[in-house]
C-alpha cells in the first residue's frame, strides 16, 4: 500500500514556471514506477508523465514534451515534475500516480493515486 500526497499546486502567469511534489508513504517507494496526470475542467484525465522505478526512463505527453520534465529521489520517497513555459491550457488538477510499470502509467493503469493539486495558469 502507497499514499500519495502532492504539493505545490497554485497560480502562475502564462510562461512561468511551478515544481510539483508527490511524496509517498512507506519504504517501497523505490519498488513503483510514479508519475503525473491531470483533469481540466470539462476534461478527461490526461496522462502528463511517467518515471521507472530507478528513474532511468522517463515518458512525456506530447503537449508537455520540451517544457515538463519529470524526475524522482527515491531517498526522499519523492517524485517531482518541473513545469516550464506554463501555458493557459495546462491549468488543471494535478494528480500523481503510482504503479508496477511506468509503461502501465503511459497506458493509464494505475494502482495509487493522490488526492490532486491545482495548477492555475492565467493569461
Known amino acids: 500500500q502507497v499514499q500519495l500526497v502532492e504539493s505545490g499546486g497554485g497560480l502562475v502567469q502564462a510562461g512561468g514556471s511551478l515544481r510539483l511534489s508527490c511524496t509517498a508513504s512507506?519504504?517501497?517507494?523505490?519498488?513503483?514506477?510514479m508519475g503525473w496526470f491531470r483533469q481540466a475542467p470539462g476534461k478527461e484525465r490526461e496522462f502528463v508523465s511517467a518515471?521507472?522505478?530507478?528513474?532511468?526512463?522517463?515518458y512525456y505527453g506530447d503537449s508537455v514534451k520540451g517544457r515538463f520534465t519529470i524526475s524522482r529521489d527515491n531517498a526522499k520517497n519523492t517524485v517531482y515534475l518541473q513545469m516550464n513555459s506554463l501555458k493557459p491550457e495546462d491549468t488543471a488538477v494535478y494528480y500523481c500516480a503510482a504503479a508496477a510499470r511506468a509503461q502501465v502509467l503511459v497506458s493509464g493503469h494505475v494502482l495509487y493515486w493522490g488526492k490532486g493539486t491545482l495548477v492555475t495558469v492565467s493569461s
Open positions: 518515471i521507472s522505478l530507478d528513474g532511468g526512463r522517463t
Open positions: 512507506g519504504r517501497t517507494f523505490s519498488s513503483y514506477a
